[in-house]
């Protein structure tokens, strides 16, 4: 029977997987640094365009905590090709130069905001669950903070949408 201490295990493969997934999010905030600032010019509606600049800072802060948290454990902050995060991200393409011309834009942009805000608030608790259990507290903090983030940034949408984007798109 394995220990339920809460020592870090960097040999075990929790850690390995704990890396691989770190790796994975990277690839994905990164895209997202180039991918806020489209969908931000792209909106309409002014506070939307607003919530994305914002995040857009936010995002580029927890590249930056990705950065340490790779530090902290004696690797090189390296990225792997995240394919989950190429989908939703070509998804909010599409539905922007879909509905370029509608009503209908900001309440898809949100959509598309939303699938991704969901995606990284999952990703960042399994992230936290393993850092606990592998006794990486640091990386348990800087977590937590970016996961409070997400879970800020998804209500932000939530609160446009239901202020007057989806009614404006039902219009």
């Given at each position: 029977?394995?220990?339920?201490t809460?020592?870090p295990?960097?040999?075990?493969?929790?850690?390995?997987?704990?890396?691989?997934?770190l790796?994975?999010?990277?690839?994905?905030?990164?895209e997202?640094?180039?991918?806020?600032?489209?969908m931000?010019?792209?909106?309409?509606?002014?506070?939307?365009?607003?919530?994305?600049t914002?995040?857009?800072?936010?995002?580029?802060?927890?590249v930056?905590?990705?950065?340490?948290i790779?530090?902290?454990?004696?690797?090189?902050?390296?990225?792997?090709k995240?394919?989950?995060?190429?989908?939703?991200?070509?998804?909010?393409?599409e539905?922007?130069?879909?509905?370029?011309?509608?009503?209908?834009?900001?309440?898809?942009?949100?959509?598309?905001?939303?699938?991704?805000?969901h995606?990284?608030?999952?990703?960042?608790?399994t992230?936290?669950?393993f850092a606990?259990?592998?006794?990486?507290?640091?990386?348990?903090?800087?977590?937590?903070?970016?996961?409070?983030?997400?879970?800020?940034a998804?209500?932000?949408?939530?609160?446009?949408?239901t202020?007057g984007v989806?009614?404006?798109?039902?219009?």
């Amino acid at each position: 029977m394995k220990s339920s201490t809460n020592k870090p295990h960097a040999d075990g493969e929790l850690h390995h997987l704990f890396v691989d997934e770190l790796r994975d999010i990277l690839w994905a905030e990164k895209e997202l640094v180039k991918a806020l600032p489209k969908m931000a010019k792209a909106a309409n509606d002014e506070e939307l365009a607003k919530a994305f600049t914002m995040h857009l800072a936010e995002t580029k802060n927890h590249v930056t905590r990705l950065e340490a948290i790779f530090k902290s454990l004696g690797l090189t902050a390296r990225s792997k090709k995240c394919p989950a995060m190429e989908g939703l991200l070509k998804e909010a393409d599409e539905l922007s130069e879909d509905y370029k011309d509608s009503s209908a834009l900001d309440a898809a942009l949100i959509s598309a905001a939303q699938k991704v805000e969901h995606y990284e608030i999952g990703t960042y608790g399994t992230l936290r669950a393993f850092a606990s259990r592998l006794g990486y507290d640091d990386a348990v903090k800087l977590l937590t903070e970016t996961l409070n983030e997400e879970g800020n940034a998804d209500k932000t949408l939530t609160k446009i949408a239901t202020g007057g984007v989806n009614e404006m798109a039902n219009a």
